[in-house]
């Protein structure tokens, strides 16, 4: 068992703390911000997380982890320090590595007696000798040994726990045997395959991986508007080159793209990176390019259907980036919405846990649903952005009775076009032929 301080209670600091807790680590999960902390003493967690909230109750009553603001107290106090406060982008896309500054400086005034500091936030290559730097410059003492490792962490949103807990495996970089083998005996427990590497080489490893997953999805998605102007089925093609050994059926389902905290922030982040080295990363301008243009796909679906949006009554079901998290960072409504706002359309929105985030993007310009039928009442068209189980399993009979117009715009192909062929509803999906409704008499057409 080690003792461990994990300096940021976001996505990452609060899934991992905990989950350390879980296997058998003394662990403090300390923030600065002084309302989140209060909310995770009480028994609240600040996020939706499936399985997060039982499981922080279970090792706070087991007396493996606990929640402080008094953050110098958990370093002195701690063997391992772990870094895990957001790296958000900034203006030029680069990462903003402000708050990581911040730690390593609050950690270097804390630090008495040596020891291992280790990175989990995802940081531009050459971060953790920054690391190291900042934290020297601010001890009391200087000449106190310390090891920063960089151990960056592949957690998806919506599956985070049980990512953890069946780690695929654990990247540890570091310039001392001793301290990499420190950290990673940590995760020993999951039996998770360790890969030990150089800093630097770590630091790429996260950046590198993210971006070959959202490259996966702009190729899809740049096929499936290619399909949609030959009449194939993408779904078909996915499969097809998802069997292919060499390429694997992950990541490869068409939709109106990525979101979220990572893909994002870390594709314009290795951009940036290669700018600054003078390289021209083309392929990755363009997944990210492609990925932009995506979003806005629904729209131009919805315009063929309707024509002028202006007046218009229009349902969105699903704000957050993916199913299973509140988290709207960069998510596909976000672009969407003030568009259709901006259109003149009427806006009505639900998503199952989101709609608290959800307020305090889109405030007073959209109405609120309460409910999927509620939200689609009425409407002259149902969109859906997000796949939630509630969403994929609509009572169609209903739903063609309850919308004004039965046109729905799906951006993640959640049914199949024969079905709504059958239940007599316009439906336009991604990278598929649409079902329109010509006079009560639905055919296939090339969208």
């Known amino acids: 068992m080690r003792t461990i301080a994990m300096i940021g209670t976001g996505y990452v600091g609060l899934v991992n703390g905990t989950c350390l807790a879980h296997i058998g680590h003394q662990v403090q999960c300390c923030d600065a911000n002084l309302d989140k902390i209060e909310l995770l003493q009480q028994g609240s967690i600040p996020i939706y997380e499936p399985g997060l909230e039982a499981l922080v109750a279970e090792n706070v009553t087991a007396g493996r982890l606990s929640f402080t603001s008094d953050i110098a107290s958990a370093i002195e106090q701690s063997e391992l320090l772990f870094i895990a406060v957001g790296t958000p982008m900034s203006e030029t896309g680069a990462a903003d590595i402000s708050y990581v500054r911040a730690a390593a400086e609050l950690i270097g005034r804390h630090l008495t007696v040596s020891k291992t500091i280790v990175i989990k936030s995802t940081v531009p290559l050459g971060t953790g000798r920054n690391v190291e730097n900042w934290i020297r410059m601010a001890m009391p003492d200087p000449h106190i040994p310390f090891d920063v490792v960089s151990n960056p962490e592949f957690l998806r949103e919506g599956s985070a726990v049980a990512d953890f807990m069946k780690m695929e495996r654990c990247i540890v970089g570091a310039i001392r045997p001793e301290a990499a083998k420190l950290v990673a005996d940590c995760f020993e427990p999951l039996g ?3 890969h030990f590497t150089s800093p630097e080489s770590a630091e790429m490893i996260k950046y590198a991986a993210n971006a070959f997953l959202a490259t996966k999805i702009s190729f899809i998605n740049a096929v499936a508007n290619l399909c949609e102007r030959y009449g194939a089925d993408v779904e078909d093609v996915a499969r097809g080159i998802g069997s292919d050994s060499r390429i694997g059926s992950a990541f490869l389902r068409a939709g109106i793209g990525y979101g979220g905290s990572c893909f994002p922030k870390d594709t314009h982040a ?19 390019h492609t990925n932009e243009e995506q979003k ?13 949006l202006h007046g218009t009554k229009i349902a969105v079901l699903g704000l957050a980036f993916k199913p299973n998290t509140d988290d709207m960072r960069d998510a596909p409504s976000l672009a ?4 259709l706002v901006a259109a003149g359309a009427h806006v009505r929105v639900y998503d199952p846990v989101a709609m608290t985030e959800a307020r305090k993007w889109f405030g007073n310009s959209v109405e609120y649903g309460t409910g999927v039928y509620q939200t689609i009442s009425g409407c002259d068209a ?15 009979n209903q739903v063609r ?3 004004a117009k039965p046109i729905i715009v799906d951006g993640r192909n959640c049914y199949s076009p024969a079905i709504m062929q059958e239940h007599q509803i316009e439906y336009h999906s991604i990278g ?5 409704n010509t006079e009560a008499n639905y055919n296939y057409i090339v969208s």
Do not use: H
Request: overall charge negative.
């Open 270 to 288: 290795l951009s940036w990176m290669a700018d600054q080295a003078g390289y021209e990363f083309g392929l990755l301008k363009e997944v990210i």
């Open 401 to 403: 009775q309850l919308l």
């Open 192 to 194: 998770t395959r360790t």
């Open 336 to 339: 969407l919405i003030p568009a």
């Open 382 to 396: 149902c969109m859906i952005v997000t796949e939630w189980n509630e969403f994929t399993s609509m009572d169609l």
């Open 296 to 308: 806005y796909m629904l729209l131009r679906k919805l315009v063929q259907a309707l024509g002028d």
């Open 432 to 436: 598929r032929t649409a079902t329109v």
